[in-house]
């Protein structure tokens, strides 16, 4: 079973850098795609970044491209999410996602998995 935990979340000032870690604590690791979604407070949950399971595609929403990097270990059954030159849009709930499909013609992701998130916030 994959269960995902998140950390890595907290406070920074616009401009700072963070980086989010989603470890899989259940028997088996992800054998898929992974990402990260995020939602902020009054909006819907969306798309922010995406990996195959080799690491050799990664995908982003048009939003943090350039800012943020999507990486993996698969060794150590985590997934990554480097912030950089975060903004106070950027504030959220983050979200660890497993497993499912991503769509590349379209940039969408749909996972099966999910994890509990962690909050993000960058004040101005």
């Known amino acids: 079973q994959v269960q995902l935990v998140e950390s890595g979340g ?33 909006k819907e949950r969306e798309f922010v970044a995406a990996i195959t399971w080799s690491g050799g595609s990664t995908y982003y929403a048009d939003s943090v491209k350039g800012r943020f990097t999507i990486s993996r270990d698969n060794a150590k059954n985590t997934v990554y999410l480097q912030m950089n030159s975060l903004k106070p849009e950027d504030t959220a709930v983050y979200y660890c996602a497993a497993g ?10 749909y996972p099966t998995y999910w994890g509990q998130g962690t909050q993000v916030t960058v004040s101005s």
Do not use: E, K
Request: proline share 2%.
């Open 10 to 42: 907290g406070l920074v000032q616009a401009g700072g850098s963070l980086r989010l870690s989603c470890a899989d604590s259940g028997r088996t690791f992800s054998s898929g795609a992974m990402g990260w979604f995020r939602q902020a407070p009054g």
């Open 100 to 109: 499912g499909t991503i769509y590349s013609s379209s940039t969408t992701y």
